[in-house]
């Protein structure tokens, strides 16, 4: 199968769109066509049948597939797609629902296991490899019917490498109104491809005879010549003319058949049960519900069964939850015409009961229905009903369609334009998101915002906006609505609760957004909305890790909740791939074991994505400057490149990337390069981590001024914890504070961060530690603490000293001559102070504590010693 832009959602498809119809005892059994694909299906890996419509391919089809599950039960699995259901992730997840089915009818366990974890594959990619690697014991065979559903996903190359990524033990029928064009030719010249066509799909004489026996119309066999001569063997134009009866108006290519089947097939019939086609063909697909409320009399199930039983156009799919019933889209398309010009009134009442019927249950196939009926504001209603459950599930790019059909039919609205701002935004398309809701707030400027639209507006402010106290602001109108059922239903309200939870945890308001994000995974569990639950769930990890509680994020992480039918697509343009680690590597982190959270953060950094990966790029630098090696810090250099280079939903990436060029600067012992860096974060708000981590850079390189500036943002009372703690311990450690250190422990000691005290790897820290032993209430924190310290302070000795920079090898030069610093600064150009971080940085990598040690130890360094002529 092809590769796909995104990664799907991987759920199964309605049941009866992966049931085979039920063979009617009313239709001929076509022998010679069941025969015929026989031979195709055991000779070729695919067989297609390319007939215009009413040529009875889904009837042949259904007979020869009924045969095989009988005689192999299990053999066979069927897929229909549908006007909804046509790109290459449909078409997946409809192929695994169909597989599944077959799976069950033989009791084979093995591949409902096997289907169970493709399910779960994190990407689309990962998804068809799975597919591709399964194993099963038996062939199967798949039939997808309507397969000109996905002419634009699957034509030609598609289709080729649909069929290339099949695996071997399985067949395919492709039941198809196109044309099998040149681009196929491939798969034919190589014996992959049979293909069926109107030719051998046409009816014979004896066929039209027995066709007029079972509708208890029986015709000569002069009648039946005629007849097939006619209609040239055309089945659905075979069965109107036998329908109509023997004094109807000859059938032939010029035939009008919308007025055919109005006076020779509806005028043939009771005039209740012609009424009750009228009524129910306006939309192909009914149940019981439905056809209860469009016809309004209790006979509907008797009369449904009659135009099953008399041969009219309908198809019966059965389950053990009941049957639904599908009208040949031919015959139903004419119907619909038939009903528009002789009952305009008529035809928008029913397409409205269509629509409030099915509003529930299938919102976007109402909102078609509620164009129909020419409704707007039952068109607005169900879209600002279900907007949000349809956007966070996966269907943003049908609902962008489908706002753009109600607009075009019932004129622009400016909740729908804030609809469409979401849609496009979740596709990233951020410029047309922000164009639409531009249009949005000048279509009415003069108009009062309804409680309901201001709702809309906001959520679109939240997913749209890149400022974060514009977002803050669009959040906390949104939230004040909450509890309005007027304005926000029942089945918006737990997709609130997850966006709203999404955007606090991106603002850096972790504990609101965690109490949310909690609340979603039960409300939407309790709605039914599965895979917004899990989506919810990952959310919470984040959130929680992000919020400091560590313990409660590894809960959630443990909880799991992944399922076959849960597993939920990538939010891509939001969040991008790999949360759930993602928050692993963050606990790691915190908690000191950098190893653990270099390998997560390289994971999620290679994944899909601006969120997430992102930061987890970002991340990667501390990481890896942590751990010291040369091949993490090459790593983490070039994954910053990637990071978005403008903030965007509430992230600071400027500042994430800002700080995290200065730590590797540090790392590579270019102190002038990282204290420069770390300087630019000084006033910035809204970055109290950053800014917790540049305390330590511009600490350990001796500024202390600005690392003290940088620490009092970190430890402002509503910073995470994380962040406190380092900027506690930085103060700590620039005053030989010990009340700053015991604030640092007391902080740290309930979720264990000790990512702090391995940053400062001296003898200043230990000392500091080992001073404070019988002063502490958190003893055993603190012996933590004491480890962490000692075995960081360890790996620096066995990496051995970082490489003097050319820079500082020249000054070195210098402070083994008389000269004064003044002198020195004067002869390089530069400032006393930038001197004196040139000093600190020599005297740390060389392991001195001044400049006489320096100059005794330079004589041991290779690059100056005098060179031998």
């Known amino acids: 199968m092809p590769h796909a832009g995104e990664t799907p959602l991987l759920r199964p498809v309605p049941w009866f769109l992966a049931t085979a119809p039920s063979p009617g005892s009313e239709m001929v059994e076509r022998t010679a066509v069941t025969t015929l694909l026989d031979r195709c299906v055991d000779t070729h890996h695919v067989a297609m049948l390319s007939a215009p419509s009413g040529f009875g391919k889904t009837v042949a089809v259904s007979q020869w597939a009924a045969r095989r599950a009988r005689a192999t039960p299990g053999s066979v699995a069927w897929v229909t797609l549908t006007e909804r259901l046509t790109d290459v992730a449909d078409v997946l997840r409809a192929t695994l629902t169909a597989l599944e089915g077959a799976a069950r009818q033989r009791d084979d366990e093995a591949m409902l296991r096997a289907l169970s974890a493709v399910y779960r594959s994190p990407t689309y990619d990962a998804a068809i490899a799975a597919t591709a690697a399964l194993a099963s014991g038996v062939p199967v065979t798949l039939i997808i019917d309507d397969f000109h559903h996905a ?23 492709l039941l198809t109104t196109d044309t099998v064009g040149p681009e196929l030719t491939r798969l034919r010249i190589h014996g992959r491809m049979a293909v069926i066509t109107a030719k051998e799909l046409a009816m014979t004489a004896e066929e039209v005879g027995t066709a007029a026996a079972l509708l208890g119309r029986p015709v000569d066999a002069r009648e039946a010549q005629t007849m097939l001569a006619t209609t040239g063997g055309w089945p659905a134009a075979v069965r109107m003319q036998l329908l ?40 192909p697909r009914v149940d019981g519900a439905l056809l209860a409320a469009l016809w309004g009399r209790p006979d509907h199930a008797a009369l449904i069964s009659e135009c099953a039983s008399s041969g009219l156009f309908i198809e019966r799919f059965g389950s053990p ?21 002789q009952d305009p009134r008529r035809w928008r009442m029913l397409n409205e009961v269509v629509a409030q019927e099915l509003q529930g249950r299938y919102p976007l196939q109402a909102v078609s229905h509620a164009i129909l ?12 009903d279900r907007w949000l459950e349809l956007l966070l599930q996966s269907n943003a790019e049908a609902l962008d ?11 622009e609205h400016p909740e729908l334009l804030m609809i469409r701002a979401c849609c496009r935004d979740i596709a990233g398309d951020t410029t047309g998101a922000r164009h639409l809701l531009a249009r949005a707030k000048v279509l009415d400027p003069g108009q009062t915002m309804s409680p309901r639209m201001d709702f809309i507006a906001a959520l679109t402010e939240v997913l749209v906006s890149n400022d974060h106290e514009a977002m803050t602001k669009a959040a906390s109108c949104a939230e004040a609505w909450l509890d309005d059922r007027t304005v926000v239903g029942a089945s918006v309200y737990p997709c609130a609760l997850f966006l709203l939870g999404w955007a606090n945890s991106r603002l850096r308001r972790a504990e609101r957004g965690s109490a949310q994000l909690e609340s979603a995974v039960h409300e939407c569990t309790a709605a039914g909305m599965a895979e917004l639950a899990e989506r919810a769930r990952q959310a919470l990890t984040f959130a929680a890790a992000q919020s400091g509680d560590f313990d409660r994020a590894l809960a959630v992480l443990r909880r799991g909740g992944i399922t076959a039918d849960t597993a939920p697509a990538l939010w891509l343009t939001h969040d991008g791939d790999g949360i759930e680690r993602f928050a692993e590597g ?24 601006s969120g997430y990966p992102d930061i987890a790029r970002a991340m990667l630098a501390f990481a890896a400057a942590a751990v010291g090696d040369r091949d993490s810090l090459d790593r983490a250099e070039s994954a910053l490149g990637r990071i978005a280079d403008t903030d965007t939903h509430g992230v600071p990436w400027t500042s994430y990337r800002l ?168 002869r390089l150009s530069v400032s006393v102070n ?32 005098p060179q031998n002529e």
């Open 373 to 384: 009926a020419e409704d707007a504001p039952l068109t607005t209603q169900i879209l600002t």
């Open 586 to 609: 963050w606990v790691h982190f915190w908690r000191a074991e950098v190893d653990a959270a270099r390998d997560a953060f390289l994971e999620v950094g290679a994944g899909a994505g």
């Open 151 to 173: 002419r634009d996903t699957l034509a030609g190359a598609g289709l080729n490498s649909y069929v290339e990524h099949c695996p071997q033990w399985l067949r395919l029928v």
């Open 244 to 283: 109509s009866g023997q004094d109807s108006p000859a059938f032939d290519a010029d035939t009008d058949l919308t007025e055919y089947i109005r006076s020779a097939v509806l005028a043939r019939l009771r005039p209740d049960l012609a009424e009750f086609v009228l009524s129910t063909t306006v939309t």
């Open 834 to 865: 930038t001197l004196k971080t040139h000093q600190r940085a020599i005297y740390r990598k060389l392991g001195v504590a001044n400049r006489r040690e320096a100059v005794h130890a330079a004589g041991r360094l290779p690059i100056l010693q």
């Open 659 to 826: 700080t995290a060029r200065a730590r590797l600067a540090e790392a590579r012992g270019e102190p002038s390069r990282a204290l420069e860096l770390a300087a630019q974060l000084v006033g910035r708000s809204h970055v109290p981590m950053m800014s917790a981590l540049a305390s330590g850079i511009s600490c350990r390189l001796g500024d202390t001024d600005l690392a003290r500036a940088l620490a009092r943002a970190a430890t402002d009372p509503q910073a995470q914890p994380y962040s406190r703690v380092y900027g506690h311990l930085t103060v700590a450690l620039l005053d030989t504070d010990h009340d700053e250190l015991e604030r640092a422990l007391a902080l740290g000691a309930e979720q264990r961060i000790l990512l702090p005290f391995a940053e400062y790897p001296d003898t200043a820290c230990l000392n500091l530690l080992i001073a404070h032993r019988n002063r502490t209430a958190h003893g055993r924190f603190l012996d933590d603490a004491l480890v962490v310290t000692s075995r960081a302070g360890q790996r620096r000795e066995r990496q051995g000293p970082a490489p003097l920079t050319p820079r500082e090898v020249e000054v070195l030069t210098y402070l083994r001559t008389p000269m004064t610093a003044e002198e020195i600064a004067v």
């Open 401 to 411: 369609r489908a706002c753009i059909a109600a607009m075009s039919a019932l004129g």
């Open 321 to 341: 939850a009941g049957a639904v019933y599908q009208w040949h889209s031919m015959f139903a398309t004419h119907c619909q015409s038939i009903l528009r010009a």
